[in-house]
Structure formats: C-alpha cells, structure tokens
C-alpha cells in the first residue's frame, strides 16, 4: 500500500543496499523506519546485517526486503548490560572485519554489482563505504556516531596495539559521500559533509489503552518498562524495588528468569514503541533507540551510564536538556533502591518538541540521491570536522611511527580555521553568568585569598550557588551540577576551602619513582575544595541517599557527599554519595584493595576514589575517626590529561580542606606523601610522589628541588628573572595510569633487579680478581652498594655504562623475568607473565637524568648568559629524547619540540640571538604537555604564540599555554568562610 508523504513513488524502480550493525538493536530498529518508507515507495532494499531477522521482518512484509544474515561488523563487547570490554571489543572487530578485509572486499563488491544497487547506505558499517567506492556506488551513513570515535576510547584503555583498526574505519569512513546526522549526534570528523535530520522514531501501532488493556493493566497502574537493550542479564529483580501500584514490564528477561509479581516479563519480539508509550517512565541504559522513543513520547527516563562508550554524553545531554532524563547510580540499581529515582522521573514534564519523523525525511533524501539528486549541506563546519579529526587522531598516536597513514581528509587548510584559545575546564557563558549575579556574600572567618583571582571567583560561585536554591532558575545546561551543589551545603554553617595548584614538570619527570632529584613548578592553574561537616541528624540527605537508609533502617548515620563540577568534559557522573561505614569493617578501615574494587565498580563515578580515598588514608594512616557527615565541592581548573597533575591537584587540595575542617595539622610534606596513598593504592595509578609535594609544598615563581628517596625537600630554587618556564598542551590525552607509563615503570624495576643481582655476582668475585687488598676492600664495597641499590637514580652513569649496561636485555618477556629474577620488587605495579617490556631504555632514563637534573640545577644559579641557557635547553632536550627511548614520546609533543628547536635556530634578525632555549615532554609522557625554557621577555612570549599557532596549523589544535605560578596548599593553607548575615536576608 502506498503512504502519503515526502517519500513518492518513484517512475524508477530503486535497488538500496542497506547495511546496518549488529551491535544492539538500536541500528536495526531505525533502520526499520527507513526502509518502511522506501518499500512503500516501491523500491527494493537489501539489508545487510548481523542483527536479528525478526526486527525487519516482524514489521516490514513484502518481496521487495531482502535481508542478507552477514557480520560485517561488530560494535562493542559488552560483558553485561552496562560493561564494556574495550580489549574484547577491538579484538573481535579486527578477526571480523579487520582479518579477513581483501575476501570482504572482494565479496561485497561482485554483490553489490550483482544486484545492480543504484544506493548503498550505512548504519554504520565502515568497510560498506569502500566497498560501495570500489563498486562506483554513492554511499551514504545515517547515524549518530561513528565506530572511528567509540573506538579511540577503547585504544585508549587497551593501549595502542589497536590504533591502525581506528585509522582503518575513519578512512572507510571518508569514501562515504555524507552522512545524514542524527540528533544527539557524537563528533564525526571522518565524513566529508553532513546534513542534519530530525529523529528517526519508530510509529505506534496499538494506542495506550489498547495496549494495556492487552496486559491486563488499569488505567491507574503506573507503568515502568524495563529497558536494557534485550540482554538478558540475570537481573536481581525484587518486588520492593518498586513503589506501591507501579508495576514494571521486563524486556529480554531470560527465560527460566523467575520475577515477583509486580514485574511482568515481555516476549523477546515485542514492540517496544507501543509498550514505551503505554508506560509512564522508563529504566534502563542510554542508546539512540531508548532516547529517541522516550523523548518522542515524552516518556521520564531514568538512566544507568556505561563505561566505554563515548556515544552517551551526547545522548544524555540532549535527552536532559528536554528535561526527560533523571541518572540512578548503579549501585542503587543492583541494590533495589529504585523508588525515590522513579517517584523523581514521575514529575518530570519532557518537552520534546523537534520532528519525529526522520525515517520519512532520511527516506526521501535517499531517493533523490538514488536518482542522481546533488547534495550539499551549505552548513559544514569545516573547521570543527578537521579540528576533531585531528585531535582525534592524535588521542590515537602513542608512538613515532603510524601503523596506516594520515588519510588526505585530515589535511589542514588554515582558511578553515577560525579557532581561539581557550582554557579548556572555562565555559565563558558561564563566567559571565556569574560576573553579573555574584557578589562576596561570605565573610572571612580564617586565612587570606592572598591576592588569587580564581580563589575570590570561586568564593563568588559558592555566593552565586548560595542564592540559587531553585534550580529552575539555572540554565538547563547547568542544570545537574549546579542544582546538586546548591543544595550540597547548609549555607549557615561554617565552610573549610582549600587550594592546589598543577604542577610543570622542568626536569625529573618519571625519574621520580626511581629516587631522582626532580625540578617543579607549581603552576596558575589550580583546584579549589569546599568542605562542610554536619551532625548527620542535621545533614540535607539526596532522595535516593534517604531511601537507602530507610531500606536498611539506619537511622542519622555519618554519610559523604561530592559535587564535582566539570563532568561534562568526561563521561562522568556529576555527583557521588555513600555511607561512611563503608569504609568501615567492624571498628577497622577497609583495606586499599577493597576500597580500589568499591570505587571501581561503577566506572562513571570512579573519579570519587581521587577524593572519598583521602577519607579512606587519614582513617587508616592517622587513625582518625569521621563520625559527622561530610559534604565537599570539587572545582578544578587544572586540565585533566594535559600531563600537569589534575590528580594531584584534586587529591591534596580535597585532603586539605578536610583537615582544616576536622582541626587536623597535617604538615605538608606528610599530606602530599599520604595523597600519594590515595592515588597509588584506592585509585590504583603506578605514580611518583613528585606531583603531590608540588601541589602541597611549591611555592610561588620558584622551582620545589626535591630528592624522592622518598621526598626529601632540598630547597626551593628561585626562578633566576632571566628565565622563564612555560608549558604548551599538545592536546594528547596523558594518564600516569595508562598501559605505556605503567609497563615503563616496570621495566626500570626489572633493570634494577637485574643490575642488583650482577653485583651480587661481582662481589664475590672482586676480592680474587683484586690486585691489593685495599682496592679488593674499597671496590667490594663500592659493589655491595650496587647489590642493595634502593633507588636507581643512586648509580652514577659511568657505573652504569662501564659495568652494567651490557648486561640489560634491550626487552624480555614478563614470564622470562619472572623465572630467571623473581619478583621485580615495585609495591604498586605487577608483571605481566605474557607481556614483553622495554628494560634497557626504562633503566638508562633514571641513571642519567638525576645527573642531568642536579647539573641543571647548578646551571640555575650560574651566570646570567647565552651559554646559561644554551646549556639548561640542551639538558630539556636530552631528557626529552630519552622518553621517546622510553616508548612515552608523542607525535604531538614531538611536534612542540621541534618548533622550539626551529626557532632557537632561527636566529633574530634584531641581535642574531635567541629566544627560547629547549623543551622537553613533561610528567608521565605519552602525550600531555611539553616544558619549555626560553628568556625572560617579550620576544619569546611573541615566539610562543607563534608556535601555539604553528601547531594549530598542523594539527587543527590549539594548545593550551600554561604560564605563571601559584602557591602551593600549604603555603596558602585554608579559609574557613561563612555567610554575611546581609547576605541571608
């Protein structure tokens, strides 16, 4: 039968070949949509696909849809509904698409000429596009996303022996004419040009009474449908997780799954769309299906988030900016405790407004281009595409050499771009927002702001939170975040806050863990923590935090909980709660590894270990006891990633404020070694001790000389006024909890190891080998030294060379090692049996950079020439270029060096002098930031700027330039603020 519409009957009868995922069911419900249309417009449409048959054909009858059962691609593995395995993921897309590319090639194209395909459209299978370019077929993609950006992630996580599978689907991608982009739409930088198209929703068939009246439910009954995507996970299902006269209706419960019975299991084929529009709200995971349908029947939907998948933020976004969304923390989910987040979603009014009929308009667009039609969009942003190609592409590049070259679409023109420098955690909306409603409501009660601008301006945010109890009268983007800080704090009260910068790492670097004497600067950029204590009969406790208690029949028990603004830059969630006796088994704390598992458990809110685990350290290292409840707000300007400490920064300012509130003189040096505690043992990150006591001891335009054996303070290294430091983001994501940090700090643990047990070998050779006993006396003790050597950085270079060096393997496997040395003795990282690991490389870079960091200290204080500072550059250059040696180089950072270089040759045309002096990469490598020196004056800052642009052109990102210093915690110690009584009226 024919429909009415966009979608005509065409005089040309159309050949469409369709190919769409088999991850999840969200692809193949849309694309039902779609090709609904084209058929009743007479067409014929194959569908290619890995997904179930019944979702096309359980809807779509008729001789022109062909479905052709192939794998072709395979999205991501998911353990469980809400795991994914990144690792997993990128090996099964490389056996299935990867391995066997030339055969499906070969097989795709002789197909699709034999069905004489006039069209081949995409949702979103990569190799579909070049084999449609190999076919001389138009190809086009309707989607969201693109497997190139969820993947970039998965590299990420499961390290870079997987990046050419991403550089492979961008540049499948590219030979693909556009793409017709849906809402809620991820970054798409491979495609070429883009049209926006509204939702893609599938139709009803049955009306909301026919439907219930089918389950024999009233019109009164409030309905939940339970939404996971169809896998059947085995859910711990109990009648009390819903409120009195709800019922939930279970999708892809398994089979022999018993449910209590106000739950009611659906049929494997059941038509979500009529069911989502019968119920009054929806739990489940965020995808475009679930999304789509509830906003497009304005259903509440109350989401879990997944770890692993970047398509969600987008998603969430759009479906909370059309105030649909409320999030439940997964905890609670598996726990039962449901009610207080479906009692929430039942207020919500959703109100979607845009079209729903993108399956009729993606149709109609598809048959003009099936016809010859020319499409051009008109809207392309190219400097947005190219800049995220870029930078995605860079996330990907680990390493020096690339496994598949740079595709031409990633080339740069600078006509294109238009993009301005911009601190990366600022939003200058919101500033705004604040510059006109805040004023300093708080009075001073203890401590100074000490002249820093970013302390007053968040003391203003605290004022700007204090007066805006409702949230309605927030913008809907800062909705979430705000709202939840506004109600954090009892605004009578008394409130504790302190400071910690970022750090720049000028020389020592991964040296630290090794002993070496390391050179840092704390920078501008810092944290800011607010903490309030309050009896818990007195606290202000979330909906869902107060049901817990009630289920469990707690009554006033200590709880803590977090805000933490800046979510949104990370798939995170933006609030945190738990009990404190969590972290209590009988009248001891929890130990690290349990604490470690607690916070791992719900990947979204995994970032609470950085802060609740400073809670965790003073309870075990201190013995201190937390019977009040606890409230604390995170606000961090220091950029996540960049290689400049946010950690560290979140970690020692959060502990701080803590202290203060709870009387605790903690004295810096102890509080940055128990922050370490924090990140090594709860977080689970391999770090050194270096970003911490920057963060707490630095001090303001001067260099922290310490010697980490374990973290003795030397001095504090003025600045000479002739040099200065500055720091260029790269744009390369860097975590010190990545596979190459970690696996290059083994390696040097294995060289230890290995250069311990050779001197233990020589001291019972050198009496006999010794021609006086006083040289055998000296020189045995020289190696019985070497034989105990704790720290690396302890053994003097020519040592090394003239002694050891030929005895390192260049890399050995973990079993090899493992059976030949035993342990390798590091308490915070663990072989790997079936890994090989760099070992000669990892164990020269400390040897000789405690010799390069102790020269470039005496070069600081030298005097105030050109061969100064050639001298101090040259010492950044070597450190730099023992990272890569390493394996934790960058192409990016790599970059930034290189122009440093390129200008201190390029010799002034005023003096004939230069500028800037050295670089170097920064803290844990792989990517983050680059160091750089240079002299003290306008001419250099002119060259930085250049460079930031030099770069720009090349990569489409614009750095991030980290300039000046800050005092550390514990020189500006804490405020404790409290509001004007004025202020309260």
Not at 193 to 221: A, C, N, T
Not at 611 to 636: K, N, P
Not at 882 to 888: F, H, I, P, Q, R
Not at 935 to 957: D, M, V
Request: contains cysteine.
């Amino acid at each position: 039968m024919e429909e009415q519409g966009l979608v005509s009957v065409s005089k040309e009868h159309l050949v469409f070949a369709y190919y769409v995922s088999g991850h999840g069911l969200g692809h193949a419900t849309r694309v039902v949509e779609v090709v609904r249309h084209l058929i009743a417009a007479c067409h014929e449409v194959h569908v290619v696909t890995g997904a179930p048959k019944f979702v096309f054909t359980g809807e779509i009858q008729s001789p022109n849809l062909h479905i052709r059962e192939v794998l072709l691609d395979c999205g991501a593995v998911q353990a469980d509904a809400l795991t994914v395995d990144p690792l997993a993921s990128l090996e099964k897309y490389n056996q299935t698409a990867v391995v066997p590319r030339d055969s499906i090639l070969a097989t795709e194209v002789q197909w699709l000429k034999s069905i004489k395909a006039n069209l081949v459209v995409l949702d979103v299978v990569p190799v579909g596009c070049r084999a449609a370019a190999d076919a001389g077929i138009r190809s086009v993609c309707v989607t969201n996303f693109g497997w190139d950006f969820i993947y970039s992630e998965y590299v990420m996580a499961a390290g870079h022996h997987y990046r050419s599978v991403v550089w492979q689907i961008a540049e499948d991608y590219s030979h693909c004419e556009f793409v017709l982009r849906l809402p809620g739409s991820c970054p798409m930088p491979a495609f070429r040009d883009m049209i926006d198209v509204p939702l893609v929703v599938r139709r009803l068939q049955k009306s909301r009474s026919e439907v219930r009246k089918e389950l024999g439910i009233s019109d009164d009954v409030k309905v939940l449908i339970f939404n996971f995507g169809g896998q059947p996970a085995g859910w711990n299902l109990k009648q009390e997780c819903l409120p009195d006269d709800w019922v939930c209706l279970v999708c892809g419960a398994s089979e022999n799954q018993e449910l209590p019975p106000n739950f009611v299991k659906l049929p494997k084929d059941v038509y979500t769309p009529d069911l989502i529009a019968a119920s009054d709200c929806m739990l489940g995971k965020i995808g475009y299906g679930a999304v789509s349908e509830a906003l497009a029947y304005k259903l509440p939907f109350v989401f879990v988030r997944r770890d692993y998948f970047n398509e969600e933020p987008f998603l969430r976004n759009m479906l909370e900016y059309y105030q649909g969304g409320v999030e439940m923390i997964r905890r609670d989910l598996l726990t039962g405790h449901w009610k207080p987040y479906l009692e929430r979603a039942f207020t919500l009014k959703p109100c979607y407004d845009g079209q729903i009929n993108g399956g009729e308009i993606v149709a109609s667009i598809l048959q003009d281009i099936a016809v010859g039609k020319k499409y051009a969009s008109n809207k392309l942003s190219g400097a947005r595409r190219l800049r995220d190609a870029i930078v995605l592409g860079y996330q990907l590049q680990g390493v020096l050499e690339r496994d598949v070259d740079v595709p031409d679409w990633y080339s740069l023109s600078e006509k294109e771009i238009s993009l301005h420098a911009k601190n990366p955690t600022a939003d200058n909306s919101e500033t705004m927002f604040h510059a006109e409603l805040c004023v300093e409501d708080f009075e001073l009660l203890e401590g100074d702001t000490q002249g820093l601008s970013d302390t007053v301006a968040f003391i203003k945010s605290l004022s700007v939170l204090a007066v805006s109890g409702d949230p309605h009268s927030l913008e809907k983007r800062q909705l979430r975040e705000r709202a939840a800080a506004s109600a954090l704090f009892n605004w009578e009260e008394e409130i504790y806050v302190a400071r910690a910068p970022g750090r720049l790492d000028v020389m020592g670097g991964i040296a630290d863990y090794s002993g070496s004497l390391v050179l840092q600067m704390p920078i501008k950029e810092a944290c800011h923590v607010a903490v309030q204590r309050n009896h818990p009969s007195k606290h202000k406790l979330w909906k869902h935090t107060q049901a817990r208690h009630l289920e469990k029949g707690h009554d006033h028990i200590p709880v803590l909980q977090i805000v933490s603004f800046g979510s949104e830059l990370s798939n995170r969630a933006p609030t945190f709660d738990m009990d404190l006796l969590d972290l209590v088994e009988g009248d001891q704390p929890i130990s690290y590894e349990k604490a470690n598992k607690y916070f791992s458990q719900d990947p979204s809110q995994k970032w609470a270990a950085y802060v609740a685990g400073t809670i965790l350290v003073l309870m075990t290292e201190l013995g201190v006891h937390f019977t009040d409840s606890i409230s604390i707000l995170v606000s961090s300007a220091v950029p996540e990633g960049k290689g400049v400490s946010s950690s560290a920064a979140v970690e020692v300012a959060t502990m701080s404020a803590i202290a203060a509130a709870h009387s605790l003189n903690i004295e810096p040096r102890k509080l940055a070694l128990l922050c370490q505690k924090v990140e090594n043992h709860i977080v689970g990150a391999p770090c050194g001790v270096m970003d911490q006591m920057t963060s707490a001891c630095g001090e303001e335009n001067k260099l922290l000389a310490m010697v980490c054996q374990p973290a003795e303070v030397k001095e504090m290294v003025t600045i000479p006024t002739n040099i200065r430091f500055w720091g260029l983001d790269s744009g390369i994501r860097h975590s010190v909890g990545g596979t190459d940090y970690g696996s290059v700090r083994v390696g040097t643990y294995m060289g230890r190891k290995i250069i311990k047990s050779q001197a233990s070998t020589l001291v019972s050779e050198s009496t006999t080998n010794s021609n006086s006993l006083t040289q055998a006396d000296s020189f045995t003790q020289l190696l019985k030294s070497e034989a105990s050597l704790e720290y690396l950085c302890n053994l003097k270079p020519h040592r090394f060379e003239g002694v050891y060096a030929k005895e390192l393997p260049e890399s050995t496997s973990g079993d090899e090692f493992l059976k030949k040395y035993g342990d390798h003795n590091d308490r915070v990282t663990t072989v790997d049996p079936k890994r090989s690991y760099s070992v000669k490389a990892p164990t020269r870079h400390p040897v000789y950079e405690n010799f390069r960091v102790e020269a470039f200290k005496a070069l600081l204080t030298a005097a105030k020439k050109d061969e100064q500072l050639s001298s101090l550059g040259e010492l950044m250059y070597q450190c730099h270029y023992s990272y890569s040696a390493c394996g934790l180089g960058s192409d990016g950072t790599d970059l930034l060096v290189n122009l440093v270089q390129e200008f201190q040759h390029r010799k002034s045309s005023h003096d004939g002098t230069s500028s800037l002096f050295g670089a170097k990469i920064t803290g844990g490598g792989s990517g983050g930031s680059v160091c750089v020196i240079g002299r003290n004056c306008i001419r250099s800052s002119e060259e930085i700027l250049e460079i930031q642009q030099r770069y720009k052109a090349a990569t489409g990102y614009l750095p991030y330039i980290f300039e000046g210093s800050s005092p550390g915690a514990g020189k500006f110690g804490h405020l404790k603020i409290k509001r004007r009584r004025s202020a309260k009226n």
